[in-house]
């Protein structure tokens, strides 16, 4: 699946989503915030109840506030339909505006969470 629209002057958010033997993988590539805030409704449509994502953010171009709370909507949202979404790829930038906010466990990395 992927987005193509946006307003003027926010680059385009591209999110791919695909299923696998042992979940869904959702690929984000641009840049994601408030303009995104809708991400989980985009994705939405390939979740089952209780499913755990894995967020590839390995593409993402800004680490900042805005994408972290995109990104933590997201995890709210699949944790009260009982799944969880854990990122991959994450930058030391990303992890440290995680860290930053108080979000590093409701936003763990796949290889601690």
Known sequence: MTD???????????CQASRTGTGVVIVIAGALGEPDCALADRVEALLAAGAHVVVDVTRLERADVAAVAALARLQLRMRAGGGSICLRGSTSGLRAVIEL????????DERSG
């Open 101 to 108: 906010l108080g979000f590093g466990d409701i936003l763990p």
């Open 4 to 14: 193509g629209g946006g307003p003027p002057g926010f680059r385009v958010l591209a």
